[in-house]
């Protein structure tokens, strides 16, 4: 399965806006871009770059737009 890169502009209250950037076969590609890509950017504008791990470049889209869950650290 590929890694996909994608740039993200999300704005309060519309859905996320997803860019295709590229497609590698090897992880350590992938990241690479995403680290050259992440500085150019403003997080106080709500964008980012994310790389995911998907079979197609419609499931990591889909991926992408769901919503995350809370992570739970420690439970008492």
Excluded: N, W
């Excluded at 590609?29 to 980012?48: F, H, S």
Aim: net charge negative; proline share 7%.
């Amino acid at each position: 399965m590929p890694y996909f890169v994608f740039r993200i502009s999300e704005q309060p209250g519309r859905a996320k806006q997803l860019e295709h950037l590229a497609t590698f076969d090897k992880f350590q590609e992938a990241k690479q871009l995403v680290r050259t890509e992440r500085p150019l950017l403003d997080p106080a504008a709500g964008q980012d770059v994310r790389m995911i791990f998907a079979k197609s470049e419609v499931e990591a889209q889909a991926l992408l737009q769901r919503p995350r869950e809370e992570r739970v650290i420690g439970e008492d």
